[in-house]
């Protein structure tokens, strides 16, 4: 089995380590950062607490706050124009995901033009971004550490994932102390975005002894950290292992890919612009089960990892251990109870069925599926 392992060359985890990107991005040759953040007052006062890191080090930022949930082409577009007309020489995004995948975007137009939907697909670009940090402010997107990102494309709700290794940030953040004030749905969306990472990379077919050491520490991390993080935002400990949770699951799917849980997400982020984490949340479970005759030994693996399953069960009933852990631990956390509760509506599940099996992210899950398997999984978390 060969192993082909991408990951950010710097990666920084565990409190205070965001005061550490000021000398880094000088490293990196960084005199004018452009400064990547959601819009709203939150991404602006993470901006504004980047640029006063990058100060100190003698750099100065232009901020673009723009960043939306599902980032949009032409959010990225809009940002790429702004790079280029600031004269700036490295990227800094500080936020969740959909910051980061925009930073991304604007990353690769920024050296290689064209439109952003060009590099739909593998490896398109020919010309390595500009030097580029990633400061996560959710312990579950593990965009971050990846090569990946994913647009929407609001003319059709339609997702489109780039994969490519220029994409993959100099530098990734994971602080804990930039995600304290972090409200707890978002805590509980993004924690189990996280955990869906770590499972599909473990049950991958694309998985190797390297992922599967990251994934199987942040699905024991994630069990054990979780539900204290969203039940106490203040609760610095649970925030750094849901950062190593985060960073190692990251790492894990970044090189084992992911399954049918992201293939199934993808379309009803687009439709409904539903968080991402929280449709990986609804639909899990039900993954796992679909795919259990398959994997039952990774995902009874899994249940001891977490405490649910025993040594001495069967693999079966180590599995079923494992769907009732994840029903029991979205309960908890405040996950809802299924996707009709989310807003979603049925007379669409057939079209995001069909959707759902076209999606390429879904190619590493252990059991093939047609149309009509998926439509069945989506009609069990309804
Ligand atoms: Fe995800």
Redesign the pocket.
Known sequence: MNCRYYIPMLNLVGRGSVSEIGKEARILHGTKAFVVASEGDVGEAQAKQVADILAAEGLSAHLFCEAVPNPTVSVVEKGAVRYRDSACDIIVTVGGGSAIDTAKGIGLLATNGGNIADYDGTNKSRHAMPPFIAISTTAG??SEVTQFAVITNEDDHMKFTIVDWHLTPNVSVNDPEMMLSMPSALTAATGM?AL??AVEAYVSKGATPVTDAKAYKAVELIGRSLREAVKDGSDIDARENMCYASFLAGTAFNNAG?GLT?AMSHPLGGKYNLP??LC?ALLLPHVVKYNMDRASGRYSELAVAVGAGKGWHTERENCESFIRFVINLGREIEIPDGLSEAGVKSKDLEALAEEAAEEAIGAPNPRPYTAQQVLDVYKAAF
């Open positions: 997107t593990g975005d869906t990472h992911l992201h991402h984490g990986n």
